[in-house]
């Protein structure tokens, strides 16, 4: 099993540009989240999707929307992209709320100049 | 003030030391998280408690819901160890709510 995968690793935008982060998990999870990992902050929830079809904020939703695309894949995108969202995205998955482990991805490192 | 604070944020100590890192919070919860943070940045959860006492290898993790306080302790440290030890909290409604991180460093 590859556990949590995420796509790309790097990316650097200029100011305005739009992309979609990708993330997938192969161990049949219903929930998945998106996380930004800044200095100083924390992990920080952005988005979460409870089962297939459902998708709700988190606390720092502003900037991005994300699709359940199917049980397996949550993407995260950015719409038009502004350097307050150079940041570590993390994605993250578990068996069903929060009260089960996560099992994270490696992370995008994205820079917006 | 945060929902958690986790103490010391940086910790350094030399190999085979006893080391201990704290983790209050506010709010009532259903369940802890300890996770780890290497170096390259991938996540990995630790430990997943609710009452008591965890044991996996030379990690301990325990909690006083009473109190709102875990602890988690390594004992005969190794370099390897060195990592970010993060505090998180179930809180419901599919979410974590995370501490800032103590940054340990052990030193061969």
């Known amino acids: 099993n590859a556990g949590v995968t995420q796509t790309p690793k790097f990316q650097v935008l200029k100011t305005g540009q739009s992309m979609t982060l990708q993330c997938a998990q192969d161990?049949?999870?219903?929930?998945m989240y998106w996380y930004r990992q800044d200095p100083g902050m924390g992990l920080r929830l952005i988005y979460y999707s409870a089962s297939e079809g459902t998708t709700d904020k988190g606390e720092v939703p502003n900037g991005y929307n994300v699709s359940r695309l199917n049980k397996r894949e949550f993407s995260l995108r950015l719409e038009s992209a502004a350097p307050s969202q150079t940041s570590v995205y993390f994605c993250?998955?578990?068996?069903?709320?929060?009260?089960?482990?996560?099992?994270f991805g490696p992370g995008t490192r994205l820079t917006v100049t | 003030k945060n929902e958690v604070e986790q103490s010391p944020q940086n910790l350094t100590a030399q190999e085979g030391e006893f080391i201990t890192i704290n983790c209050s919070y506010s709010v009532g919860i259903s369940a802890l998280h300890w996770l780890q943070q290497h170096p390259g940045g991938g996540i990995v959860s630790l430990f997943m408690?609710?009452?008591g006492k965890k044991k996996h290898g030379r990690l301990i993790a325990t909690i006083n819901i009473q109190e709102k306080h875990s602890s988690l302790h390594i004992t005969a440290s190794h370099p390897r160890d060195s990592a970010v030890y993060i505090c998180?909290?179930?809180?419901?409604?599919?979410?974590?709510?995370f501490g800032q991180g103590t940054r340990l460093t052990i030193n061969p």
């Open positions: 998180a909290v179930s809180r419901g409604a599919q979410k974590l709510v």
């Open positions: 408690l609710s009452s």
């Open positions: 161990m049949n999870h219903n929930s």
């Open positions: 993250a998955s578990n068996i069903d709320r929060d009260a089960y482990e996560q099992y």
